[in-house]
């Protein structure tokens, strides 16, 4: 192979790197998106299909224990930003709130809907996922606290 077409794979592999730690980023998001979606699930069912506790009630506290399981493995394993893990776990748990607001609403028209409720929490899930994986990524593990303290200088 001539040092030209050497050049040209080097500058291809370099070009294509940020998209597949992006792809690497979204399987791995949905990998741990689906424990913590398991365990929002099983939860949830737990509580309300076989308990009979309210379904709204039961969602919210269902909601945290996902978020709080994805937000562990998410920093650990994912995107491994280990830096000011408290601010991190607030904006983490805003765009979870977010989420579950989101959540809710998608509830409240399934039920409005004559929907199932199990059918209605998995459509829920999925939808939730793809507006916290942006939001997440840009937002609670992509922003540089150093770099704001540097601008306040």
């Known amino acids: 192979?001539?040092?030209?077409?050497k050049m040209d794979d080097r500058e291809t592999n370099?070009?294509?790197a940020p998209k597949k730690q992006l792809?690497?980023?979204v399987v791995l998001y949905g990998i741990i998106g689906c424990s913590a979606s398991g365990f929002d699930f099983a939860l949830f069912f737990i509580f309300a299909s076989l308990l009979g506790f309210d379904q709204f009630i039961v969602n919210i506290f269902t909601v945290y224990a996902g978020m709080t399981l994805s937000f562990i493995l998410n920093r650990n394993f994912n995107f491994k930003v280990k830096d000011?893990?408290?601010k991190?776990?607030?904006m983490f748990y805003c765009v979870g709130t977010l989420g579950l607001l989101l959540s809710e609403f998608i509830l409240f028209i399934?039920?409005?809907?004559g929907l199932e409720v199990l059918i209605t929490k998995i459509i829920s899930i999925f939808i939730v996922a793809l507006f916290q994986f942006i939001l997440n990524k840009f937002i609670s593990f992509g922003?540089?606290?150093d770099k704001a303290r540097e601008t306040k200088k």
């Open 23 to 25: 792809i690497k980023e």
């Open 1 to 5: 192979m001539s040092e030209a077409a």
């Open 14 to 16: 370099v070009k294509n």
């Open 84 to 86: 000011n893990t408290a």
């Open 143 to 145: 922003y540089r606290f």
């Open 110 to 113: 399934g039920s409005s809907l």
């Open 88 to 90: 991190r776990a607030v």
